[in-house]
């Protein structure tokens, strides 16, 4: 499957932005869906995870609250959207894809990636 993030930009502490990955390729219900991102200097970090049919989610405590994602498999797109951004959230954020069958937790194994998308949030 292949995956498309878009959505970033540069916005100011406190505001909003949608993340949308668009999935091809593949059966999108068949996978878990997951949000990750990478500061500069820093490692890759788990972000948020969604099952399948979007029942179950699970969020890093660092954006729990502020940030909610979903997906809409009618058209292969996932969400992030972000509210109340700080400048911390500065990051490129990555979608990826594992397997439905895989635990919708942060340390499952992902087996595909997007390209990335720039999010920079101004203090």
């Known amino acids: 499957v292949q995956l498309q993030a878009s959505g970033g930009g540069t916005v100011q502490a406190g505001d909003s932005l949608r993340l949308s990955c668009a999935a091809s390729?593949?059966?999108?219900?068949?996978?878990?869906m997951g949000w990750f991102r990478q500061a500069p200097g820093k490692e890759r970090e788990f972000v948020a995870t969604?099952?399948?049919?979007?029942?179950?989610?699970y969020y890093a405590d660092s954006v729990k609250g502020r940030f909610t994602i979903s997906r809409d498999n009618a058209k292969n797109t996932v969400y992030l959207q972000m509210n109340s951004l700080k400048p911390e959230d500065t990051a490129v954020y990555y979608c990826?894809?594992?397997?439905?069958?895989?635990?919708?937790?942060?340390?499952?194994?992902?087996?595909?990636w997007g390209q990335g998308t720039l999010v920079t949030v101004s203090s």
């Open positions: 990826a894809a594992a397997p439905r069958t895989r635990a919708v937790v942060p340390g499952t194994l992902y087996d595909y």
């Open positions: 969604i099952s399948w049919g979007g029942a179950r989610t």
């Open positions: 390729g593949g059966t999108f219900s068949s996978y878990t």
